[in-house]
């Protein structure tokens, strides 16, 4: 039986320490041979991610705990490649979608998969804002807007990488003043950290510092299909968000800057509820996003820890997904521009809707809405969120 999130919430920091928040990870070594030997056939051929770009070398890291599950990471845009954990019959499967080369991630004409997305995640509304009395111009690159830091974002850029050991990766990368407009040096830095007890979790640790008042929003823009990449539509997962409300937008995706109720509306997911079901409705929301692209608000959190944000279930491999984060909102963005024109690793196709993206965040547009929680980030203050992916499986 699925609980209601009233029920979950309370359970949220028993399990945090239950599950993937205090754990030895151990290594891969215990692990039957077939299950070794099947994550390295699904993984990319490391040879195709080494590249030289902007004088920096990339690569391919690959982590992994001690259930044997596995996240391969390059460092080109600090991006989850692979991520493979146990469906229903213990079978591994790779739930990130992604390329098998770093050449693709550079041309093809998506983007965003797996990246890391900065300086700000989402959009910022005709790519201008004001802080401290100067009005900022930033690149547009979607429509009158500016989207997930520009033309060339951090997911565009060669992080430094440094493995601290079989299970963490650290990524730092100096984005320069006045890179796509934004004011100051903003040292970053994301670790990702494969964690394994009676579930897996892949948790992201966000930090950034700067030298002159700026605006931050980090986030990871993993296309997730928990059935498989590249194994059809995510419209029979059942998704829950933790959100009584969320914040419309207008005909370009930026907020209108009200918080309205999902009550009575397709974004009532409260419950578990197929992705698809109510997609089809006559809803100028859904129009506007040709689908669900919205920011959800999340519940504030009842107990101490992370915040359960989102849970999912693959409807045919029973694999789970539940978001956890101390960020204020999640993206839910249902696939709605994907058309198949993206060659994914094992040769399959990004057909519509055959992922979904949830992206943990402070809300788009937030510097122009003073009402939405503060996006600033000044001199002498540290940038520091947590998400975390953790996975098990419903049989
Ligand atoms: C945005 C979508 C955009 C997608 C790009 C999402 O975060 O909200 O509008 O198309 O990222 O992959």
């Not at 080369?101 to 890391?116: D, N």
Request: charged letters at 20%; hydrophobic letters at 30%; aromatic letters at 10%.
């Amino acid at each position: 039986m699925i609980r209601s999130f009233a029920s979950f919430a309370c359970v949220v920091a028993a399990c945090m320490l239950a599950s993937c928040g205090n754990s030895n990870n151990g290594t891969a070594a215990d692990k039957p041979a077939d299950t070794a030997a099947a994550v390295a056939s699904a993984l990319p051929d490391a040879k195709n991610f080494t590249d030289s770009l902007d004088g920096k070398t990339t690569g391919l890291f690959i982590l992994k705990n001690r259930n044997g599950a596995t996240a391969a990471i390059t460092s080109y845009g600090a991006r989850v490649v692979s991520l493979l954990v146990p469906g229903k019959n213990g079978e591994m499967t790779d739930v990130a979608l992604g390329y098998d080369s770093v050449g693709k991630y550079i041309h093809q004409p998506e983007t965003y998969f797996g990246a890391i997305v900065g300086r700000y995640g989402n959009r910022i509304g005709k790519g201008k804002f004001k802080l401290e009395g100067k009005e900022y111009k930033l690149a547009t690159n979607n429509g009158p807007n500016h989207l997930h830091g520009g033309l060339k974002g951090f997911g565009a850029h060669v992080w430094d990488a440094k493995k601290v050991n079989d299970s963490t990766l650290e990524l730092t990368y100096l984005s320069q003043d006045q890179e796509e407009g934004y004011p100051g040096n903003l040292q970053s830095k994301v670790t990702y950290t494969l964690l394994g007890d009676s579930t897996n979790c892949l948790k992201i640790e966000y930090e950034a510092t700067t030298d002159k008042a700026t605006v931050v929003n980090l986030t990871n823009h993993t296309y997730f299909n928990l059935n498989g990449q590249g194994s059809g539509t995510i419209n029979n997962h059942l998704l829950q968000v933790n959100a009584d409300k969320y914040t419309p937008v207008d005909s370009t995706l930026i907020p209108t800057g009200k918080i309205e109720s999902v009550a009575g509306t397709p974004f009532d997911f409260r419950q578990p509820t197929a992705i698809g079901a109510r997609i089809d409705s006559p809803n100028q929301q859904l129009k506007f996003g040709t689908g669900y692209d919205h920011n959800f608000v999340l519940n504030p959190n009842k107990g101490s820890g992370l915040n359960l944000a989102a849970t999912v279930l693959g409807d045919q491999s029973g694999i789970f997904m539940e978001v956890l984060t101390n960020q204020p909102g999640i993206q839910f963005y249902g696939g709605n521009f994907m058309n198949g024109s993206n060659p994914l690793k094992g040769g399959k196709k990004d057909d519509h809707r055959t992922a979904f993206c949830l992206e943990t965040q402070h809300f788009p547009d937030s510097p122009n809405e003073p009402s939405f929680p503060s996006t600033e980030l000044k001199p002498g203050q540290q940038y520091k969120t947590t998400t975390v992916y953790r996975f098990s499986v419903k049989k």
